[in-house]
Antibody, heavy 118, light 113 residues
Framework: QVHLIQSGAEMRKPGSSVKVACRAS????????ITWVRQAPGQGPVWMGQ????????NYTQRLQGRVTITADESTGTAYMDLVSLKSGDSAVYFC???????????WGQGTQVTVSS | EIVMTQTPLSLSVTPGEAASISCRSS????????????LDWYLQKPGQSPQLLIY???YRASGVPDRFSGSGSGSDFTLKISRVEADDVGIYYC?????????FGQGTRLEIK
């Protein structure tokens, strides 16, 4: 069973960037996809994008207007979500989740709190 | 993007009784290429990450008790809990993945009476 471990909480100022890591306990993503979702306080989850490490394919939400980049390092079994030009509205818990190709996000990381404040 | 709408937004249930949550999508979630309906259900317990309950309309995820069932078709779906237990408290979300971006419903909060 895949277990995802995310990097710790981050505090950033508006206009800066943040990079959140998500490591697979088995050390590899295999033929799984990695999805990133964020959740603002009291709100539902919002899909940010996904990557299929095996093929290097990525898809992103247009809502973030090109500010997000998702990458994966198969040698370490770690995925990254990079968000730039941060705004206060980006304050949220960020989750990574993995699942079989064509399947749902079935295994989730513990979440990473990102706080954007001046 | 596909809009997901859940009702009710909250419900309070006595242990042992049944509960039902509705989810509607702004367009059909049936994939005409493979005949599958890409609607999933998640439960987010307080302070935890979402956990998968039901995928592809009606398949229970590993370890999910058979008290939980998913049904529906096209753009109208239902999650049923046959006998609610105290451990079922949290927020239930439906999610569609027939098309990108994946989108979630606004959530239904289940409380125990």
């Amino acid at each position: 069973q895949v277990h995802l471990i995310q990097s710790g909480a981050e505090m950033r100022k508006p206009g800066s960037s943040v990079k959140v890591a998500c490591r697979a306990s088995g050390g590899t993503f295999g033929n799984y996809s990695i999805t990133w979702v964020r959740q603002a306080p009291g709100q539902g989850p919002v899909w940010m994008g996904q990557i299929i490490p095996l093929f290097g394919f990525t898809n992103y939400t247009q809502r973030l207007q090109g500010r997000v980049t998702i990458t994966a390092d198969e040698s370490t079994g770690t995925a990254y979500m990079d968000l730039v030009s941060l705004k206060s509205g980006d304050s949220a818990v960020y989750f990574c989740a993995t699942g079989e190709l064509g399947g749902p996000p079935s295994h989730w990381g513990q979440g990473t709190q990102v706080t954007v404040s001046s | 993007e596909i809009v997901m709408t859940q009702t009710p937004l909250s419900l309070s249930v006595t242990p042992g009784e049944a509960a039902s949550i509705s989810c509607r999508s702004s367009q059909s979630l049936l994939d005409s290429d493979d005949g599958k309906t890409y609607l999933d259900w998640y439960l987010q317990k307080p302070g935890q990450s979402p956990q998968l309950l039901i995928y592809t309309l009606s398949y229970r995820a590993s370890g999910v008790p058979d008290r939980f069932s998913g049904s529906g078709s096209g753009s109208d779906f239902t999650l049923k809990i046959s006998r609610v237990e105290a451990d079922d408290v949290g927020i239930y979300y439906c999610m569609q993945r027939v098309d990108l971006p994946l989108t979630f419903g606004q959530g239904t909060r289940l409380e125990i009476k």
